[in-house]
């Protein structure tokens, strides 16, 4: 009787132990690393839509171009928000809006990823414009439904803002991907 009460306290132990040794590390992995941003609008339709959440991570990382970043700022409407890396500290940005095309430093950006509608909502900013030291150049995808760095309320995004780039769309289910 002894004995099999002490196996029983033991597994309980063993469990309790492992169960909080597990809570600990996601707790870790997900205040130190990655967390979850919501995709607010469509400015970033088709590859994101409303609602959609999409895991984060700014451990080590370097902007890079084409990446998609949840952008931490308080701008008086939102607290975040997610866009797409253009140009990096120093690049020049043109855009031309007749023919709806974005180069950097005189090369045309290759947008493999979708792009939905034409690029004719021009902002205020005159082009070409170059991203000053220590910031980047966003556009959101859906170009006509985006306010991004065209516009001087969001203008350059400083590189503390980014809070990380998107590794991987968790909801809603059966349209995960990763980016």
Same mark, same amino acid.
Request: aromatic letters at 12%.
């Given at each position: 009787?002894?004995?099999?009460?002490?196996?029983?306290?033991?597994?309980?132990?063993?469990?309790?132990?492992?169960?909080?040794?597990?809570?600990?590390?996601?707790?870790?992995?997900?205040?130190?690393?990655?967390?979850?941003?919501?995709?607010?609008?469509?400015?970033?339709?088709?590859?994101?839509?409303?609602?959609?959440?999409?895991?984060?991570?700014?451990?080590?990382?370097?902007?890079?171009?084409?990446?998609? @970043?949840?952008?931490?700022?308080?701008?008086?409407?939102?607290?975040?928000?997610?866009?797409?890396?253009?140009?990096?500290?120093?690049?020049?940005?043109?855009?031309?809006?007749?023919?709806?095309? @974005?180069?950097?430093?005189?090369? @045309?950006?290759?947008?493999?990823?979708?792009?939905?509608?034409?690029?004719?909502?021009?902002?205020?900013?005159?082009?070409?414009?170059?991203?000053?030291?220590?910031?980047?150049?966003?556009?959101?995808?859906?170009?006509?439904?985006?306010?991004?760095?065209?516009?001087?309320?969001?203008?350059?995004?400083?590189?503390?803002?980014?809070?990380?780039?998107?590794?991987?769309?968790?909801?809603?289910?059966?349209?995960?991907?990763?980016?």
């Amino acid at each position: 009787m002894k004995n099999s009460y002490n196996k029983i306290c033991t597994g309980i132990y063993s469990f309790l132990g492992t169960l909080i040794a597990c809570m600990m590390c996601i707790f870790a992995v997900f205040t130190m690393g990655i967390r979850v941003a919501q995709v607010t609008g469509n400015s970033m339709y088709p590859g994101l839509e409303n609602g959609d959440s999409v895991l984060i991570s700014g451990v080590f990382y370097k902007p890079a171009y084409g990446d998609i @970043v949840a952008i931490g700022r308080s701008t008086g409407e939102n607290t975040s928000f997610i866009k797409r890396i253009i140009g990096l500290p120093g690049d020049e940005i043109n855009i031309d809006f007749e023919s709806h095309i @974005v180069t950097v430093n005189g090369y @045309v950006v290759p947008e493999t990823y979708k792009v939905n509608a034409a690029l004719s909502e021009k902002g205020d900013l005159t082009y070409p414009v170059t991203v000053p030291e220590g910031c980047v150049f966003v556009l959101g995808d859906n170009r006509d439904d985006s306010l991004d760095s065209r516009f001087s309320k969001i203008g350059f995004i400083k590189l503390e803002e980014i809070a990380g780039k998107a590794l991987f769309r968790v909801f809603p289910p059966g349209k995960t991907a990763i980016y």
